[in-house]
């Protein structure tokens, strides 16, 4: 198998068509045609299924696509290192969720002091999102809570800090005077995790108080259109206080302090556990950790 046929079916499965391969890599059709055809040979297996319209991975493609991306992308790490070593740029790819992200200045801040050339790419999203891309290598590490998600012997995750849940509204709600959750149970919700997720906020915080989950609540996976509609309307949401108290979010959106207690949850770093950081990504990681262990001790 040559490092040529994988950067040509994934070109292929990128581009979505033998064509499009060939422009984007600068080399004929056949030659891609060539390429594939070979390494379908040597794998005994079909990887790309040709339509009217291109070409798409089968099931035996889609399996060897998630490994042979991580093949490039180890290949990158390993040429980013050497040119390190002959003080050339490098790079990282990092992820952060929204409740997370308020560490993020300070870590750059930091890095950039002994890597001010380096090229660095910040990924937000939730942890679903987030940790897929760890998998297969597209992001060096993500930092985001500890997802609910089965073991995964691919992956380590190290713990940061603790951040707590608060519920938050929009300053002048209706209901800012209210200081048990039973007062705000028949009002409006916004969730970021389906309600049905285990060990979600509203689990965990209505119902040790004997309170069903609020029957009004809208799932809705964007960060920023969560926040706007808590801003905007009577909805109520939970949030991290850390990040209501760091953000200008505090300037729109006010803390409700209810007498129960709130759940918490561990923010930490997901990173591949058989693949180890490069020199760049590890000093980002570095940084990132520094800055954590400011925004614990500043509880």
């Known amino acids: 198998m040559r490092l040529s046929q994988i950067r040509d079916f994934l070109a292929v499965v990128e581009s979505g068509g033998?064509?499009?391969?060939?422009?984007?890599?600068?080399?004929?059709?056949?030659?891609?045609?060539?390429?594939?055809?070979?390494?379908?040979?040597?794998?005994?297996?079909?990887?790309?299924?040709?339509?009217?319209?291109?070409?798409?991975?089968?099931?035996?493609?889609?399996?060897?696509?998630?490994?042979?991306?991580?093949?490039?992308?180890?290949?990158?790490?390993?040429?980013?290192?050497?040119?390190?070593?002959?003080?050339?740029?490098?790079?990282?790819?990092?992820?952060?969720?929204?409740?997370?992200?308020?560490?993020?200045p300070e870590a750059v801040a930091r890095f950039r002091q002994q890597f001010p050339q380096a090229r660095v790419r910040i990924a937000e999203g939730l942890p679903n999102l987030l940790i897929p891309q760890v998998r297969d290598e597209t992001l060096d590490f993500a930092i985001c809570r500890r997802a609910i998600v089965k073991p995964d012997s691919g992956l380590a995750f190290r713990p940061l800090f603790r951040n707590d849940f608060v519920v938050v509204a929009r300053k002048g709600h209706p209901l800012e005077k209210a200081r048990s959750l039973a007062q705000l149970a028949e009002a409006s919700w916004i969730s970021l995790l389906p309600l049905d997720a285990p060990g979600g906020p509203f689990d965990r915080a209505f119902s040790p108080v004997g309170l069903s989950i609020p029957q009004q609540v809208i799932q809705c996976e964007s960060y920023n259109t969560a926040i706007g509609l808590i801003a905007k309307t009577d909805m109520l949401g939970f949030l991290s206080r850390q990040l209501l108290a760091e953000s200008i979010l505090g300037d729109f959106l006010q803390e409700i302090p209810v007498d129960e207690s709130l759940p918490s949850f561990i923010v930490g770093m997901f990173t591949r556990s058989d693949t180890p950081l490069t020199q760049v990504a590890g000093a980002m990681a570095k940084a990132v950790t520094a800055a954590a262990r400011a925004l614990a001790r500043s509880d």
């Open 18 to 104: 033998i064509r499009a391969a060939a422009r984007k890599l600068g080399v004929s059709q056949p030659a891609i045609t060539r390429s594939v055809r070979r390494l379908e040979t040597e794998l005994h297996a079909r990887l790309l299924q040709r339509t009217p319209t291109g070409a798409v991975p089968t099931q035996s493609g889609r399996a060897f696509l998630a490994r042979a991306r991580a093949a490039q992308t180890e290949l990158r790490k390993a040429e980013e290192e050497v040119d390190q070593l002959g003080q050339r740029v490098g790079s990282v790819a990092f992820g952060v969720s929204p409740t997370s992200a308020m560490m993020v």
